[in-house]
């Protein structure tokens, strides 16, 4: 691996975040319909971490009983999104988004499709927003609900390089007292086309 | 009549962004960069600001919170909110402002419908 490569330049370490920012902006305000409540949203970070450290910053603040939706992207750059919360409120979640007065065991029924689907909107907001912006065309998968701990949401695909780009954004629903995050995880061949790409948008907008 | 607009954003690719679409909207007006509230107050402290551009997400105080801090020096500056946050909460707190809501990615069709309303009521104003 390149040190190049490792490292963005303020600038595009600027240019990643505005864009991260403007996709989960997008992506909360899609949450925001489904819940019928205001999302609030941290600033972006960015960072090129390996595997081990972005789990740690996954945990924080959320533990380890984490659940997630992912869908990956494939296009000019390829990766992952994820839609990540504490187990302990998929539940909630879930409640939140069909209504209170279904059953428990409906809910129960209903959590694995609820959370593929939120995931699905949330994450397609996000993406379709950074794909419109670079003026790209992005590939999204369907989405996958995994449960686990950091480690295990963002273990390495069979021959997948350990240090990533790693972008996240906090987001709180306060009446439920709901916390969870947005990231977006990028291997290091997604980050130098990224890193293209993003040159040549900013090239254009100094014109 | 040209006029000076505050542009605040903590993003220089965002400010660079609005910086582009001035030169091809309105390119003989001045654009003051602010990178966050402090700079922004300081800004209209000290220099003649006609319009204001505010990004929401921010650290420190947010773009509605800083809208709310220059209302009580410019209750009439035509102010936007510049966000990719389409909730409704943040678009209706804007509008309590007297703020429009501009959405980002931002269009010259957005911007330049909000300037030349901004530049219409300046005008109406002087009158």
Request: aromatic share 4%; net charge negative; glycine share 6%.
């Amino acid at each position: 691996m390149s040190v190049e490569v490792a490292e963005l330049t303020p600038l595009e370490q600027d240019a990643f975040a505005e864009i991260a920012n403007m996709g989960v902006s997008r992506a909360a305000a899609s949450l925001r319909q489904m819940l019928g409540e205001q999302v609030l949203l941290s600033v972006p970070a960015v960072h090129i971490v390996n595997r081990e450290t972005a789990a740690k910053l996954a945990e924080r603040g959320t533990g380890s009983r984490l659940v997630a939706v992912q869908q990956g992207f494939e296009g000019p750059f390829s990766g992952r999104a994820l839609l990540i919360f504490p187990e302990a409120q998929s539940l909630e979640l879930v409640r939140s988004i069909i209504g209170g007065d279904q059953s428990l065991e409906d809910v129960i029924d209903l959590e694995h499709e609820a959370l593929a689907e939120t995931g699905n909107v949330i994450l397609n907001a996000c993406l379709a927003t950074i794909a419109n912006v670079l003026r790209k065309t992005m590939r999204m998968s369907l989405p996958t609900v995994i449960r686990g701990d950091g480690a295990t949401l963002f273990a390495a695909p069979p021959g997948g390089a350990d240090l990533v780009l790693f972008l996240y954004i906090d987001f709180t629903i306060k009446r439920h007292d709901m916390h969870g995050f947005i990231a977006l995880l990028m291997d290091l061949p997604s980050i130098a086309a990224l890193k293209e790409i993003v040159q040549d948008f900013i090239k254009k907008v100094q014109k | 009549m040209n006029y000076t607009v505050l542009v605040v954003d903590d993003s220089r690719l965002a400010r660079m962004v609005m910086a582009s679409a001035f030169r091809r909207l309105r390119p003989e007006w001045t654009l003051v960069e602010a990178i966050g509230a402090d700079e922004a107050l300081g800004a209209i402290a000290s220099d003649p600001i006609d319009i204001a551009l505010i990004d929401f997400n921010m650290p420190g105080l947010d773009g509605l919170e800083l809208v709310a801090r220059i209302r009580e020096r410019a209750p009439e500056m035509p102010i936007a909110l510049v966000s990719a946050n389409l909730q409704d909460e943040i678009i209706a707190r804007a509008r309590e402002l007297k703020a429009a809501f501009i959405a980002k990615p931002l269009t010259d069709e957005a911007l330049g419908a909000f300037l030349s309303g901004a530049s219409l009521r300046l005008r109406k104003a002087k009158q």
